[in-house]
């Protein structure tokens, strides 16, 4: 299961690459003009097991995403873009699921982000997301969850980039608000590290221009969040989770890429809260000073694979 803010922070973090990709191009390219691939498709599936009170439980949840370019200019290894796109998310529970009473979740989500570079060095980006979480039985605005983003994002050299940000997000527990360092550092020809600190890291290692490994590390910091339906009294669901794992990645042609992982849940926390369960700010105050209606809280492996196509 990934949380919903890393829904954002990757976006985040494409959009990073990207700028420093094109502008690349651009350079290397000079007059000629460099071919952009800012739309990609994305599709993923995680199966994560494990067992409480003597009982399987088994988590599943599919991810797929679409986004494509509106609006975009490069111009002397400037890009200026406007991207929009619609995400979901499918999470099921089967086996011993009834302590928590609901066991299919769903979200559906439009991102949309805009950036504008300042020079071949400096970029700003800003990004919005208003995303439907809920398990659909009755839809309404209160279903409505919104995040928002910005970067300032520098091009140190050809192997550095970094970004300073934030993000804030208007969750059904109240709201969460994280200071971002994004990073993109080529340590040499085969070894990379990329991320958006605190939330997530990834060491990447090519073994060839098709084949790379490495280690991912994502950390559930405010969880993915859904309403419930009236029948469940209007309270809603939280699926707070970190992870750490290894990952295959097998890429046939440069715009196509297969990801296969494996890794284990040291954090696995799926909980049902009454609708008044709120704290002020995540992370500043604690998630665990709300009391949960139910919970299966339980540390387990998880193994995963995932299709990305750039356009």
Known sequence: MKIKVSVLIAIVSVLFKLNVQAQEKSIQQGSTKPTLQLGAFKADYTYSPFNVNGEDVQAQQANTSLIFPLYSKLKDG??????????????????????????????????????????????FSV????????????????????TGAAAFKVKVSERFSYSLGAVYSKQFFGALLLPLVGIDWQIN???????????SQRLKYSLSAKNALGINNNL?????TYRLSEEMNAAYFQAQQSK????????????????????????????????????????????????????????????????NYLF
Not at 129 to 145: A, C, Q, R, V, Y
Not at 189 to 199: D, E, I
Not at 220 to 224: K, Y
Request: charged share 15%; hydrophobic share 35%; proline share 4%.
């Open 127 to 146: 990004t919005f997301i208003p995303t439907l979480s809920s398990d659909l039985k009755d839809i309404s605005g209160e279903d409505m969850i919104y």
């Open 78 to 123: 400037k890009l200026d873009f406007l991207l929009a796109g619609i995400g979901y998310t499918g999470l099921f529970l089967s086996g011993n699921n009834t302590e928590l009473g609901a066991s299919a979740f769903h979200s559906l989500s439009i991102p949309i982000s805009y950036q504008k570079s300042l020079s071949t060095r400096y970029s």
């Open 189 to 199: 020809n085969k070894l990379n590290l990329s991320g958006s600190l605190p939330v």
């Open 220 to 224: 559930g910091i405010g969880g993915g």
């Open 244 to 307: 750490i794992s290894l990952f295959y990645n097998y890429m046939p042609s440069k715009n196509f890429s297969i990801e296969f992982n494996a890794g284990y849940n040291y954090v696995q926390k799926l909980g049902i809260y009454n609708k008044d369960q709120k704290i002020d700010l995540a992370p500043f105050d604690s998630l665990d000073d709300r009391i949960p209606l139910r919970e299966l809280n339980k540390t387990g492996i998880s193994v995963g694979v995932g299709i």
